[in-house]
C-alpha cells in the first residue's frame, strides 16, 4: 500500500514508512494521554474521603514504572499502524493515500 506524506509517497511495507512512524508518535504522544488511558483502564483509589486516579499515582509513585508502561504503549501504537495500516490512512481524490 502507498501513503503520501508531506508530498512524498512511501510503500507502508518501508523502512522509511516505519521511521515516520515512529518518529511521530513518539514526538505527539505525551505522559498526559498515558496516564488519561491508565485512568480509563483502572478504577478510581479511595482512601477514606480522598480519591486518586490511577495514572497519576503510577506517575507520581512510581516514574520509573510509569515511563516503562508508556514506552510499552508507543510501541504498540507503532506496530499496530505499521500492521494495520488500511486503519489509520484515508484515500484521497481515489488515488493518493494520505497517513492521517
Known amino acids: 500500500m502507498k501513503c503520501m506524506i508531506d508530498n512524498t509517497e512511501y510503500d507502508t511495507d518501508s523502512k522509511e514508512f516505519r521511521t515516520l512512524v515512529e518518529e ?15 485512568n ?21 509513585l512510581d516514574p520509573t514504572a510509569f515511563r516503562i508502561g508508556m514506552m510499552d ?16 490512512i484515508k484515500e484521497v481524490d481515489g488515488e493518493i493515500i494520505e497517513v492521517e
Not at 511521530?24 to 491508565?38: A, K, N, S
Open 73 to 88: 504503549e508507543i510501541d504498540n501504537k507503532i506496530e499496530e499502524i505499521i500492521y494495520n495500516p488500511e486503519e489509520f
Open 40 to 60: 480509563e483502564a483502572f478504577e478510581e483509589v479511595h482512601i477514606g474521603e480522598l480519591c486518586f486516579n490511577p495514572g497519576e499515582i503510577i506517575r507520581e
Open 24 to 38: 511521530h508518535i513518539e514526538e505527539t504522544y505525551t505522559q498526559d494521554e498515558y496516564e488519561e488511558l491508565l
